[in-house]
Structure formats: C-alpha cells, structure tokens
C-alpha cells in the first residue's frame, strides 16, 4: 500500500491503473444492461445515467474531505466505490442462484 505521502508519479500511475479500465467497463456493462431490459431501454438507460451522473458527484466530494494535503481521502473514496459497487452486484446479480437466462427462449 502507497503511503500517504507518495509523490505524484505513484499517485499518477495507481491511478491511471484504476481508471483505465472504466473505459471497457462502462460500456460492456450498458449494453448488457440493457440486453437484459429491451422492452423498457429508456428506463433503464435513464438509470444508468442517473447513477453514473449521482457516483460522479458523490466521488470528488469524497476525495476532498480532508483538504489536499493527502491522498487518503481519494484512496479511500475509490475503496469506498468499488465496495458499493460489489455489494450492489451481489445484491442485484445474485451470482450464486442459478436461473434460466430470460434471453434463452
């Protein structure tokens, strides 16, 4: 783990490894989101909005809460983030319960 005082090339490059894969993620995920939902695509594209529009308004207020004198509030902002991000996959998905795919006819 980084300490707190890890210079800009540290902070640079473990972001850059954080951030580079949201840009395969994000849209694999739409499309198979919306896979799942083809009678109400509005609605659920209209969601993924929303929540993409309220995380990206709730990370940076994170990330400044103890001012910028350290990277700790970024590190665990992302921590924060990708935890919620778990649960809700595990809460919604529910991977371990075996169902027919809907799409399967």
Known sequence: MLPAHAGLPWIAAALFLTVCPV???LPTTTALCLQRAP????SASAL???TQFLMGALAPALA?????STALPMAWSVLSL?????GCFLALC???RSTPD???H
Do not use: K, S, V
Request: aromatic share 4%; charged share 15%; net charge negative.
């Open 102 to 104: 809907p799409l399967d």
């Open 94 to 96: 529910r991977p371990w």
């Open 48 to 50: 993924l909005g929303t």
């Open 39 to 42: 009678h109400a695509a509005g």
């Open 64 to 68: 400044g809460l103890d001012g910028e």
């Open 82 to 86: 990708a935890m919620a991000a778990a």
């Open 23 to 25: 840009g395969l993620i």
